[in-house]
Nanobody
Framework: QSQLVESGGGLVQSGGSLRLACVVS????????IGWFRQAPGKEREKVSC????????TYDDSVKGRFTISRDDAKNTVYLQMNNLKPADTAVYSC?????????????????WGKGTLVTVSS
């Protein structure tokens, strides 16, 4: 059974750091682009970052460029999102999602699997 499970969320002060982890089971990562999405209360869901299936290509939303880094550990089937210099505007539920596509543009056509999410709260 395919499953994505996130962890690492929590409460942090503005300027702090968190590392989110997404453990992927039942899916061959070499065939799936993995993205981190977030949704804040009253706001639309947005794609924060994405890693291509090869692991060679990454994308970042302008709001997190220079602060967030996406990476993958193939031995652990885990995709990470390192978040530095966090701001209150980063407060949201973060979820990892998989698209059956080699490229991050594959998310334009839909999502195939997703996790339940982990809450990140940044206090001012």
């Amino acid at each position: 059974q395919s499953q994505l499970v996130e962890s690492g969320g929590g409460l942090v002060q503005s300027g702090g750091s968190l590392r989110l982890a997404c453990v992927v089971s039942g899916l061959p990562l070499e065939f799936y682009a993995i993205g981190w999405f977030r949704q804040a209360p009253g706001k639309e869901r947005e794609k924060v970052s994405c890693l291509s299936s090869s692991g060679d290509s990454t994308t970042y939303d302008d709001s997190v460029k220079g602060r967030f880094t996406i990476s993958r550990d193939d031995a652990k089937n885990t995709v990470y999102l390192q978040m530095n210099n966090l701001k209150p505007a980063d407060t949201a539920v973060y979820s990892c999602e998989a698209a059956a596509n080699y490229y991050c543009s594959g998310f334009n056509y839909g999502v195939d699997y997703w996790g339940k999410g982990t809450l990140v709260t940044v206090s001012s």
